[in-house]
């Protein structure tokens, strides 16, 4: 079974590195037309991917949160998903692919890097709020991968739209730059919801385990950190007059702060969150 | 006086200086996270680290920052957030309430035409560009066919003469002020909280029980209006287990059934693990650190007692060996000891379960420095030292309980779920307003005038409000069906 969950795990990789490479060759070439072929791709490897968190799941007997394996695996699926509900309700983001797609790729890679041995679920961590707080820890990352393809295409379109020679039928046929703007802002705005309850239910959890809902250690703090990066961002969009393209920056830049708050804390500093972390 | 209120008002209000702070409050907690945090880590690590760096940690703490989250900068700066916050959310719950408060508003086709999202639809007799089917009754007819495309989409409709107000979402505006009450809210619950707070841990050998008091604690750390508010009551650990299975069978990893006792009543009885812990009167109780805890006993040549005690033993490294260091009584003997379950040998083929476990002991014992014993003990062995006779006679688990006593909390959890709540309402019940007017300025001819507006996401809303109007011409047109 375990082997099998693997054999998935890397047919569906494959699809994504499919997808990622069309993605990309579509938004090099504006070739809007092969769009298709990418999203099949996706779909595909989708399907490989959610078959092998299953096999995975049935054999490990818990849910895929236990090893880095299996979280990467886990962020990367809730990307996908949440990148193919946006494209299914605003269909004209779809080219954003070739900024999630190539990121679900790389975390799919890291993932493959780690053990894939089955660890039993270690008794400090059978909680119902673990459950809750990765999974919106998975959505908050999808939400705002997804915030920053479009953030990235945005800068692409205004940057087409600037130039002298008329507009290429390929960025036309993205959303006006302002409704961009609010798809951004939107999925920002989804971002740090989840990011708020996957603190909330980190501060129950950590309270029924430890005593204390908060103790500023450097996992949570940079939780915070990240939340109020991206608490900032609505305050500059909404307070400060700050849209567009200045906007499409910094998003771009915070999803280098959440990944590291994400991925990398746990190996840049000790702490309690640091054996789950790096396991 | 009016004057220096109104500015402090304003400077407080100002929305840049939230992000501002905001920044601040980041660049400070990325600082934390650099600077070793005294209450974070343990004090041989804080004290490793102070002694490879004596100049930054001098510095560091002269101004605070090994304690940075307490000290006064990073309380500054926060407090400074709270007042910015307090004096937006105030301004920003008037101007919604002051929303909400005006409530069916009618417009002229002058405002409506004025708005982002407008349009008019024309009915006249006859066939041409933006023009429709006038209906016989046009003002009644048309309002007919208006109201259903907007209650299928949820809007809750009023009408006078030949306008409609439609609206949904109307509550949508209280939730940007109440979400930053709600951060007021857990603030204050924080503070509240930790000043009535008690924590602290509290050593029980299998079998033995102690009173909730403070000299019972072996860390302890209350806030200033705690008050020494301690209740008494007597804690028993009854049973401790090394790996506790609980009753589906689930493995709990280590364990203890603790018993609560008022007055020789039994009051609360519970098995405290991992992710299971047990409150009682306020207070909560955790498990935390164990270990193995063999009874010494010194005797005279007669057999009576001279000295004797429970050690408690800790297994430093995990490895399942639990050592400690002590003094034997007022003997002036001290010593240290390494125990450890460990099974006979044996030649048959057993089960895990057939396993007996025996505890063995190493034991050194130093006079004024000097080496006076050095062997291994099995239980109810006895060693002559000097003239007296010292035993092995017992041994038992011992664990720490962290004790908390916490008030704030339902207040906290409160605050988190009303956050979530307020977010939700605030970005996803966006306020939506749509404004009709019908104007017939000739018998056979009307004009629909249509204009629509969304709080947020305007640009999103632009779709929504052609499908409104496609929908209302559709059925101006062809009818209902």
């Not at chain 1, 430890?210 to 500023?216: F, I």
């Given at each position: 079974m375990a082997q099998i969950d693997w054999v998935l795990y890397l047919t569906s990789t494959t699809f994504y590195a499919i997808s990622s490479i069309i993605y990309i060759y579509c938004l090099v070439f504006k070739k809007e037309e092969k769009l298709k072929f990418a999203l099949g791709s996706a779909i595909i490897g989708l399907l490989f991917h959610s078959a092998s968190i299953a096999m995975r799941w049935i054999a490990t007997e818990h849910g895929p949160y236990i090893t880095m394996y299996e979280v990467l695996s886990k962020y990367a699926w809730f990307s996908v998903v949440i990148f193919l509900l946006a494209q299914y309700k605003y269909e004209k983001i779809k080219v954003a692919g070739f900024l999630v797609m190539p990121a679900v790729l790389l975390i799919m890679g890291a993932g493959s890097t780690y053990s894939r041995d089955i660890q039993l679920i270690p008794a400090s961590l059978r909680s119902y709020w673990l459950i809750a707080h990765v999974t919106f820890a998975n959505l908050a990352f999808g939400s705002l991968l997804v915030a920053t393809g479009i953030a990235a295409l945005y800068i692409l379109k205004e940057r087409n739209s600037m130039k002298k020679e008329p507009e290429s039928p390929f960025y036309k046929k993205l959303p006006e730059l302002k409704v961009m703007d609010e798809l951004m802002y939107q999925f920002v705005a989804a971002g740090i919801l989840f990011l708020s309850i996957m603190i909330g239910a980190g501060a129950i959890w950590a309270n029924q385990?430890?005593?204390?809902?908060?103790?500023?250690?450097p996992t949570e703090t940079w939780s915070l950190i990240v939340w109020s990066m991206y608490g900032i961002c609505l305050h500059l969009r909404m307070n400060v007059g700050w849209s567009g393209k200045r906007i499409a920056w910094y998003i771009i830049l915070s999803l280098f702060i959440l990944v590291f708050a994400l991925f990398g804390v746990g190996y840049v500093y000790s702490g309690l969150h640091t054996n789950y972390l790096t396991s | 006086m009016d004057l220096v209120w109104e500015k402090i008002s304003n400077f407080f209000k100002s929305r840049k200086l939230a992000v501002v702070l905001i920044f601040l409050i980041i660049i400070l907690s990325i600082v934390g996270t650099q600077i070793p945090q005294k209450s974070q880590i343990k004090s041989d690590v804080y004290n490793a680290w102070k002694n490879n760096h004596p100049q930054e940690a001098d510095i560091f703490e002269t101004i605070g920052f090994t304690n940075l989250f307490s000290s006064v900068i990073f309380l500054s700066v926060a407090l400074l957030l709270f007042m910015n916050t307090l004096f937006c959310t105030q301004n920003m719950l008037s101007g919604a309430l002051k929303k909400l408060r005006k409530n069916q508003q009618f417009r002229k086709k002058a405002y409506i035409s004025g708005l982002e999202n407008s349009a008019v639809i024309k009915i006249e007799n006859g066939t041409g560009n933006n023009t429709e089917k006038k209906p016989e009754n046009v003002n009644g007819n048309v309002v007919s066919e208006i109201v259903p495309v907007l209650k299928a989409r949820e809007y809750k409709i009023s009408q006078q003469e030949n306008c409609i107000f439609a609206q949904k979402n109307?509550?949508?505006?209280?939730g940007t002020p109440l979400f930053h009450l709600c951060i007021l809210f857990i603030i204050l619950a924080v503070v509240y909280g930790n000043t009535g707070r008690m924590e602290g841990d509290m050593r029980l050998i299998e079998g033995q029980t102690l009173s909730?008091?403070?000299?019972?604690?072996m860390f302890i750390n209350e806030g200033?209006?705690?008050?020494?508010?301690?209740?008494g009551f007597d804690i028993t650990l009854e049973k401790f287990y090394a790996n506790y299975n609980d009753e589906t069978g689930t493995p709990r990893g280590n364990a203890g059934r603790l018993v609560i006792t008022e007055n020789g009543q039994e009051k609360k009885t519970d098995v405290v693990y991992s992710n299971h812990l047990m409150t009682y009167n306020g207070y909560t109780f955790l498990g935390n650190v164990f270990g193995m805890a063999p009874l010494l006993i010194l005797r005279n040549p007669?057999?009576?007692?001279l000295s004797g005690s429970f050690i408690t033993a800790t297994d430093q490294d995990e490895s399942g060996r639990y050592v400690a260091y002590f003094k034997l009584?007022?003997?002036?003997l001290d010593g240290g000891l390494m125990v450890y379950m460990t099974a006979n040998l044996t030649s048959g083929k057993i089960t895990e379960s057939d396993i007996e476990q025996e505890p063995i002991l190493f034991l050194k014992l130093f006079d004024k420095g000097r080496e006076i014993y050095n062997g291994t003990l099995k239980l109810n062995d006895t060693i002559k030292i000097n003239d007296k006779y010292l035993g092995f006679y017992d041994i038992k688990y011992w664990s720490n309980f962290y004790i908390v006593k916490d008030y704030g909390i339902i207040f906290v959890y409160a605050g988190i779920g009303m956050i979530i709540l307020c977010l939700t309402i605030s970005f996803f019940m966006v306020p939506k307003k749509v404004w009709v007017e019908i104007v017939n300025e000739k018998d056979n001819e009307a004009e629909i005038y249509i204009g629509g507006r969304a709080d947020k996401f305007r640009a999103l809303y632009e779709e929504e409000f052609s499908d409104i109007v496609k929908d209302i011409k559709e059925r101006i047109t062809n009818g209902t069906n």
């Open positions: 385990t430890w005593g204390r809902y908060w103790g500023w250690d | 109307r509550f949508g505006v209280l909730e008091d403070h000299g019972n604690y200033p209006f705690f008050n020494e508010n301690h209740q007669d057999g009576s007692v009584g007022e003997t002036g």
